[in-house]
T-cell receptor, first 114, second 111 residues
Framework: DSGVTQTPKHLITATGQRVTLRCSPR?????VYWYQQSLDQGLQFLIQ???????AKGNILERFSAQQFPDLHSELNLSSLELGDSALYFC?????????????FGPGTRLLVL | DAKTTQPPSMDCAEGRAANLPCNHS???????VYWYRQIHSQGPQYIIH???NNETNEMASLIITEDRKSSTLILPHATLRDTAVYYC????????????FGQGTELSVKP
């Protein structure tokens, strides 16, 4: 158990819909990372937040957005869903300072868009 | 970030050492080698990292060649629970931010 929690574990929805994935980082961690893992693209970095502020952005679609709240939990919002958005979404956390490189991953949310 | 090359798959007998190679010929002087693994669609798990000296922890050993262009992750006594995809990642230590995952090596530990 990494200490990172993600909800829900599974999500089934239809094209065009909007969903919210939630992540609670390890106690004391300030930085949250979101990754997407699809069959054809592998594990890809989406976005990073540090203490409520966006710090880095990867291959995140404009239909996707994220935020980190004052209690440090984070949410990833996916809208206008397409079949190709079906994937595993992982959240990771660490303290986020320079040199704090180990990222601790949650169990993921499996999204299926029908 | 430096690019890494790993074999797509490997087999290992249970109880034997598993040696997973990684080539990173374009690695820079300030870049560390990190290893993570992913067991059957679970979240990736950190294993070990190193700069130029060999490293060992309770999970594995990391051997980095003197020219730092390649490394080997060693699981000394592989068990069935070590069956996973192993990712070798090279990146600077003093920068936060994303991990760039390649395709990794799918290790199958067989009884």
């Amino acid at each position: 158990d990494s200490g990172v929690t993600q909800t829900p574990k599974h999500l089934i929805t239809a094209t065009g819909q909007r969903v919210t994935l939630r992540c609670s980082p390890r106690s004391g961690d300030l930085s949250v990372y979101w990754y997407q893992q699809s069959l054809d693209q592998g594990l890809q970095f989406l976005i990073q937040y540090y203490n409520g502020e966006e710090r880095a952005k990867g291959n995140i679609l404009e239909r996707f957005s994220a935020q980190q709240f004052p209690d440090l939990h984070s949410e990833l919002n996916l809208s206008s869903l397409e079949l190709g958005d079906s994937a595993l979404y992982f959240c990771a956390s660490n303290k986020g300072g320079a040199g704090q490189e180990t990222q601790y991953f949650g169990p993921g949310t499996r999204l299926l868009v029908l | 970030d430096a690019k890494t090359t790993q074999p797509p798959s490997m087999d290992c007998a249970e109880g034997r050492a598993a040696n997973l190679p990684c080539n990173h010929s374009t690695i820079s002087g300030n870049e560390y080698v990190y290893w993570y693994r992913q067991i059957h669609s679970q979240g990736p798990q950190y294993i070990i990292h190193g700069l130029k000296n060999n490293e060992t922890n309770e999970m594995a050993s990391l051997i980095i060649t003197e020219d730092r262009k390649s490394s080997t992750l060693i699981l000394p006594h592989a068990t069935l629970r070590d069956t996973a995809v192993y990712y070798c990642i090279v990146r600077p230590y003093n920068q936060g931010g994303k991990l760039i995952f390649g395709q990794g090596t799918e290790l199958s530990v067989k009884p």
